[in-house]
């Protein structure tokens, strides 16, 4: 296994990893679990956008991530 598949695989496990994080706090932004809202002071009319950005940025990152991982 060469150094460009290493660094190819650890990329694609780091990608992967901040995706389903950041799916994650989308999840918790949105449901106001442990109080994000009121600690990050996200006002009500915003989640909804701040979510759809975070879920995006998410899927996009774990897509991304696979692809590294499959070698393509």
Known sequence: MGVRRKASVA??????II?????????F?????LDVQTVLSVPQKDVVLYMLV????GL?????????????
């Open 29 to 33: 932004l949105y449901y106001d679990f």
């Open 11 to 16: 990329f694609g496990l780091a990608q992967i």
């Open 60 to 72: 996009l990152s774990i897509i991304s991530g696979l692809f590294l991982l499959s070698g393509q």
């Open 19 to 27: 995706g389903s994080l950041a799916t994650v706090f989308a999840y």
């Open 54 to 57: 975070l879920i995006v940025f």
